[in-house]
């Protein structure tokens, strides 16, 4: 008895060679080994850092899912079979079955596009001078990262946070703000005020594009997961370097950001990155509308048929 047809967007097809596609998985693994060996060789020591691990621990994607390659929608990995979840198998090769994922997740896709453009639609505020790391430790009894000394006493944090003021649109920041600090901040970002309040020029806002990229994967290929992930590695390291954490002795040179000298070094780094940011959140944002496009109902789906129906 023949199988019915599986559906899946077939549309603007890219097809692969094996011997093109083998060498973009393996370089995407050894890329990504850099990063993920050093983590989980601390892990096992039960060894933490302040900066390096943080992109494991906050954001809920584990190593090996970063390691694993995907092309990304309307791909065809010539002479591939069996290879994943989520993927049919085809006279071609493997392919994406894209429709089957835009069923789960077309919400998702929606949600995030609307958030990226949101964000890239204002200009980059670079006022805030990172002190929402230092309204985390703002007349705090314990601080998260309690294995390293603070650079200055508690009264001179708590002079420099209620001299400056905070003014941190970033809800994800905010909900780690002490109790005493909360009233201090000029916004009061909530997450239904997520796709308000953020803006390029935030350092979280440009962090967070690792999250949508590979909450959007396996739509995505994984090589933008990867510059998103790079691009999020190094701003961490200046978010941490502009806090009130002392961590010098990792190599970590601190920005005194409560000196002009240090402020003006805080907002090149936030440009900086800004520029770095916006060709990412550019190529996810098109990645959501062509899919939302090929999604929507006056676009009937093609069919693909996989290995065997006849």
Known sequence: MRAPPVRAYHSAVEVLEPEVWRARA??????????????????????SHPVEDFLFVYYDHRPAWLRRWHPGAGVVLKGASGFGRFYLDTPEGAVLDTAALMDRRGS???????????????PAYLGCFGLHEWAMVYRAAEVRHGAWP????????????????????????????TPEARPLNVLQPTRERQRELEQPGCLHANMDLYKWAYKLSPLVGSELVADCFALARD???????????DLSALGHRPIRIETPEGRAEYAAEQRGFAERARPYRQLLLDACERLLAAAAPENPRSEVRPVGTG
């Open 26 to 47: 393996e370089e995407h693994r050894r890329r990504v080994e850099e990063w993920t060996a050093p983590y989980l060789a601390r892990k096992a020591r039960r060894e």
């Open 108 to 122: 998702s896709v929606e949600w995030i596009a609307r958030l990226l453009a949101a964000t890239a639609s204002r």
């Open 150 to 177: 603070l650079r200055l006493g508690d009264e001179e944090i708590a002079e420099v946070v209620e001299q400056r003021g905070v003014r941190c649109g970033h809800f994800d920041a905010f909900r780690f703000f």
């Open 235 to 245: 701003i961490r390291e200046v978010d941490m370097r502009a806090s009130p954490y």
